[in-house]
């Protein structure tokens, strides 16, 4: 494997790994109220992006990816050990 296709696959999975733990930091939080400040982060707003960009290509059902990560129900039940 040359050097040019090494970066390609250690980016994909380092962009996966920033998503995932990025997911985790949200998920693992408990729901949010009307009280909070608008700036607290939420998974449509702030992770889905994140997830759909890096990681949705191999984490969905029938792909090579152990696990859905398609939407916060398939995600969540993995936030403890993303955070990990």
Do not use: N
Not at 10 to 32: I, K, M, N, R
Not at 40 to 47: G, H, K, M, N
Not at 64 to 82: E, F, G, K, Q, V
């Amino acid at each position: 494997m040359g050097a040019t296709a090494r970066v390609r696959v250690c980016g994909s999975a380092a962009w996966c790994a920033v998503g995932l733990v990025a997911a985790s930091g949200v998920l693992a939080t408990p729901a949010t109220t009307e009280a909070q400040q608008p700036s607290q982060a939420t998974f449509t707003r702030d992770v889905a992006p994140i997830l759909q960009r890096s990681c949705q290509v191999c984490h969905r059902p029938g792909s090579i990816a152990p696990m859905s990560l398609l939407t916060y129900a398939d995600a969540r039940p993995w936030a403890r050990s993303i955070k990990q």
